[in-house]
């Protein structure tokens, strides 16, 4: 049993310190391929993981509750997240999961390398560089709700290569289970008490990404008691039917240029102050 279901994942680290997982080729998992717990000092290398596009949960690496984790030279073609980071559902049941840095790798097919859903026992500074998606859904996104927040950040990305991925950026602490909102990220959202286990993302750092045939450029998507703090963009290139989306969000870019098919390349919503600069070449 893996989380409640009859199917099992390939291999799970568990409270292990200065491990290495290397050199293997993971294909039709029945659930997630590798699941990292618990641990600290671990180096995930040269793996190569393969599945249906159609499979369910069969996400790439899960990184949950760890610590001082090294990810590079990944091949990844997954029916789900291709790289998931997490730290559990409920409030203090869980160390936090930081000092992540994932490099030099390939996502294909799934839905991105996301930081969440389950961040209840907060995320610390996670770190992505040199890293190409090609068709998958999302490429960089944090997701995270007022049932299993907690404080999220950094992300620092850069040098990221994105082909027909949905939407490049996509960052959101109102998660309900959907992978984004587009055409319904402008709408007010109800203000609610802050809480033990309220979202609150900042410091999201991203630079020199390049996103061609993207549907949404770039969605924020924060709450009125928690809105995302500290994003900075810089060196962005995103070519898209849609634009910029964001509500309850403060931040700038510079050197931002995303060309729409339809619509303005940004709207804003309720408490959104964010600004892009495009820059002059």
């Known amino acids: 049993m893996a989380n409640g279901v009859p199917r099992p994942w390939f291999v799970e680290f568990n409270e292990v310190t200065k491990g290495k997982i290397e050199q293997l080729h993971l294909t039709n998992s029945p659930m997630w391929n590798i699941v990292i717990r618990n641990s600290t000092d671990i180096d995930v290398n040269h793996v190569k993981i393969t599945n249906p596009v159609t499979s369910p949960n069969t996400d790439g690496m899960d990184i949950v509750s760890s610590r001082n984790i090294t990810v590079a030279n990944m091949d990844i073609h997954t029916g789900d997240d291709n790289i998931a980071i997490k730290s559990g559902l409920v409030n203090g049941t869980a160390a936090a999961s930081k000092d992540i840095t994932i490099h030099d790798s390939i996502m294909r097919d799934g839905h991105g390398i996301s930081v969440g859903s389950e961040t209840a026992n907060g995320i610390g500074k996670v770190t992505l560089s040199r890293v190409t998606f090609l068709n998958t859904e999302n490429g960089v996104r944090i997701k995270s709700a007022r049932d299993r927040g907690n404080t999220i950040g950094p992300l620092i990305a850069s040098h990221l290569t994105m082909t027909n991925v949905n939407t490049p950026i996509l960052v959101t602490n109102s998660y309900s289970g959907q992978a984004g909102a587009q055409g319904h990220t402008l709408q007010p959202i109800e203000t609610a008490p802050v809480t033990a286990s309220t979202p609150k993302i900042k410091g999201i750092i991203i630079s020199d990404l ?13 709450l009125p008691e928690s809105p995302i703090q500290d994003v900075v963009l810089h060196n962005i290139r995103i070519d898209a039917s849609y634009g910029v989306q964001a ?14 098919k339809q619509g303005p390349t940004l709207e804003k919503g309720p408490d ?6 495009p820059g002059t070449d």
Do not use: E, P
């Open 272 to 277: 959104a102050t964010l600004q892009l600069n």
């Open 247 to 260: 509500r309850y969000v403060a931040g700038k870019g510079d050197n931002v240029r995303v060309s729409v």
């Open 210 to 222: 390049m996103a061609t045939k993207a549907t949404c450029a770039m969605i924020f998507s924060g």
